[in-house]
């Protein structure tokens, strides 16, 4: 229930405030506007507003739409002709059509700066035992390394304050074909060295589970044994949750990331290898002896001993000031459009794998993590999908408002609208690419399953 609430609240938040902002730059122009509707579909809800305007609500909440008065979609009276959206001067259509993303643009930068104002408590960029032959582990990632800042060419550096800042560099890096410099430290902040983390190795990869081992960049975390699978061969060893993990084959465990990699290692061939673990339980130390069971993971075979591991990692609150929190909000949302819209390119072209695609499942899946995260969260996730509603529009697909605008760029160089049957040519070779795009975005949604078992 959450995560449907989550979602609609989201869906209707956003399409009332792209709509809301054709409708304000539509009445500021002069033009007439007759309905404003948020959702389609049998009218639930409907008000006359003071300036003729009819607001409703439609049953399906899954779209919105303005109609404004025009001459193209039937007669119009002599006294209203002057507030006919083709009457008015082409700047002023332009401006109608390119408001409604405008505004979700505005609305992104600003949740993103209430998110830097409130502040919250998240990881810190502290990086645990790399998995083997990851690019973590080529770059030389030691457990305990703590990231300050990130670089695309070493030489300009921008500051991470937090482990989200670390991956969303990451996943931008990897995105763009580029490749991504670390600067790190100790844990006391000693110890100053530059690592390069070689993100352009995985260009086109679909984010998933096996991307982010193959990339290797986790959390520190204290191997502790959280959960234990009934029937697996963890629970037949006599794993508990709540064991802390000291040594495997006499090997002393120093965190989580160490744990996964020892665990996934343990066989030789086809054949799972016993281990020989010493475990801390109750203020005892305990001798086990787990074998694991061999299954497949992406098209290797590994081994599993069906038990979640790790502790949640060391936290920080990051909060920010008015002015910076206002620039942090501006910075964050030019940088996540730019990355868009290269990534977008690099699909088109397929330099980039179209399973980074989400589609309606993935929304709302992560509506309802994030609202159950808490208030900033989910705030940062309606700034993120805000703001690829507004990239989106800008398209330069017929169906969408980026459309309308190329058709408005091409009268403005020629001197003459676009004719009526190119119009309607475009508009069916639009609405196809955008039922191809959105048939991609849900198959993309059911196969994106992951586990997190160990």
Same mark, same amino acid.
């Given at each position: 229930?959450?995560?449907?609430?989550?979602?609609?609240?989201?869906?209707?938040?956003?399409?009332a405030v792209h709509e809301w902002g054709h409708y304000r730059v539509a009445r500021a122009c002069g033009v007439?506007?007759?309905? $404003?509707?948020?959702?389609?579909?049998?009218?639930?809800?409907? @008000?006359?507003?003071?300036?003729?305007?009819? $607001?409703?609500?439609?049953?399906?909440?899954?779209?919105?739409? +303005? #109609?404004?008065?025009?001459?193209?979609?039937?007669?119009?009276?002599p006294q209203e002709r002057e507030q006919a959206f083709n009457q008015r001067p082409l700047r002023q259509r332009?401006?109608?059509?390119?408001?409604?993303?405008?505004?979700n643009w505005v609305l992104a930068i600003l949740l993103f700066a209430v998110v830097a104002w409130l502040g919250?408590? =998240?990881?810190?960029?502290?990086?645990?035992?790399?998995?083997?032959?990851?690019?973590?582990? #080529?770059?030389?990632?030691?457990?305990?390394?703590? +990231?300050? /800042?990130?670089?695309?060419?070493?030489?300009?550096?921008?500051?991470?304050?937090?482990? &989200?800042?670390?991956?969303?560099?990451?996943?931008?890096?990897?995105?763009?074909?580029?490749?991504?410099?670390?600067?790190?430290?100790?844990?006391?902040?000693?110890?100053? #060295?530059?690592?390069?983390?070689?993100?352009?190795?995985?260009?086109?990869?679909?984010?998933?589970?096996?991307?982010?081992?193959?990339?290797?960049?986790?959390?520190?975390?204290? &191997?502790?044994?959280?959960?234990?699978? &009934?029937?697996? &061969?963890?629970?037949?060893?006599?794993?508990? /949750?709540?064991?802390? *993990?000291?040594?495997?084959?006499?090997? !002393? =465990?120093?965190?989580?990331? $160490?744990?996964?990699?020892?665990?996934?290692?343990?066989?030789?061939?086809?054949?799972?290898?016993?281990?020989?673990?010493?475990?801390? @339980?109750?203020?005892?130390?305990?001798?086990?002896?787990?074998?694991?069971?061999? =299954?497949?993971?992406?098209?290797?075979?590994?081994?599993?001993?069906?038990?979640?591991?790790?502790?949640?990692?060391?936290?920080?609150?990051?909060?920010?000031?008015?002015?910076?929190?206002?620039?942090?909000?501006?910075?964050?949302?030019?940088?996540?459009?730019?990355?868009?819209?290269?990534?977008?390119?690099?699909?088109? *072209?397929?330099?980039?794998?179209?399973?980074?695609?989400?589609?309606?499942?993935?929304?709302?899946?992560?509506?309802?993590? !994030?609202?159950?995260?808490?208030? =900033?969260?989910?705030?940062?996730?309606?700034? @993120?999908?805000?703001?690829?509603?507004? *990239?989106?529009?800008?398209?330069?697909?017929?169906?969408?408002?980026?459309?309308?605008?190329?058709?408005?760029?091409?009268?403005?160089?020629?001197?003459?609208? *676009?004719?009526?049957?190119?119009? #309607?040519?475009?508009? @069916?070779?639009?609405?196809?690419?955008?039922?191809?795009?959105?048939?991609?975005?849900?198959?993309?949604?059911? /196969?994106?399953?992951?586990?997190?078992?160990?």
């Amino acid at each position: 229930m959450t995560t449907l609430v989550a979602f609609l609240v989201a869906l209707a938040l956003l399409i009332a405030v792209h709509e809301w902002g054709h409708y304000r730059v539509a009445r500021a122009c002069g033009v007439k506007v007759l309905r $404003f509707s948020i959702g389609f579909g049998r009218v639930i809800w409907r @008000r006359i507003g003071r300036d003729g305007t009819e $607001f409703t609500l439609g049953a399906l909440p899954l779209g919105g739409y +303005v #109609r404004m008065l025009d001459e193209r979609d039937g007669a119009v009276a002599p006294q209203e002709r002057e507030q006919a959206f083709n009457q008015r001067p082409l700047r002023q259509r332009a401006a109608i059509v390119a408001a409604g993303p405008a505004a979700n643009w505005v609305l992104a930068i600003l949740l993103f700066a209430v998110v830097a104002w409130l502040g919250s408590e =998240v990881p810190k960029a502290v990086l645990g035992t790399p998995p083997a032959g990851s690019l973590a582990e #080529r770059a030389g990632v030691h457990a305990g390394d703590w +990231v300050r /800042a990130v670089s695309a060419d070493g030489q300009q550096w921008d500051e991470i304050e937090s482990l &989200p800042d670390l991956q969303a560099a990451v996943a931008r890096a990897q995105a763009l074909a580029e490749p991504l410099h670390l600067s790190v430290t100790e844990g006391e902040g000693h110890g100053a #060295r530059s690592l390069r983390l070689d993100t352009e190795r995985l260009a086109g990869r679909a984010p998933d589970a096996r991307l982010a081992g193959e990339i290797g960049l986790v959390p520190l975390q204290e &191997p502790l044994i959280q959960q234990v699978a &009934p029937g697996g &061969p963890g629970a037949a060893a006599g794993l508990l /949750a709540g064991d802390r *993990v000291l040594s495997i084959d006499g090997q !002393s =465990v120093p965190d989580a990331g $160490f744990l996964r990699d020892a665990i996934r290692r343990s066989h030789d061939g086809e054949q799972p290898r016993p281990m020989l673990w010493q475990v801390q @339980r109750a203020g005892q130390a305990v001798e086990l002896r787990p074998v694991p069971r061999m =299954v497949d993971d992406g098209g290797q075979r590994i081994a599993r001993l069906e038990i979640g591991v790790g502790s949640l990692p060391e936290r920080v609150f990051v909060r920010h000031g008015f002015g910076d929190g206002l620039w942090r909000g501006a910075q964050q949302s030019w940088d996540m459009a730019a990355t868009t819209v290269q990534l977008l390119g690099r699909m088109l *072209v397929g330099q980039a794998s179209v399973k980074n695609l989400g589609g309606p499942l993935a929304i709302a899946d992560a509506a309802g993590q !994030s609202a159950r995260a808490g208030l =900033v969260p989910y705030l940062e996730f309606l700034a @993120r999908i805000s703001l690829s509603l507004a *990239v989106l529009n800008l398209l330069p697909l017929p169906m969408l408002d980026g459309g309308h605008l190329m058709y408005h760029l091409f009268e403005g160089l020629s001197g003459r609208p *676009v004719s009526e049957w190119w119009q #309607r040519q475009l508009q @069916r070779a639009g609405a196809l690419i955008l039922v191809l795009m959105m048939a991609l975005a849900f198959t993309n949604d059911i /196969a994106a399953r992951l586990t997190g078992w160990h």
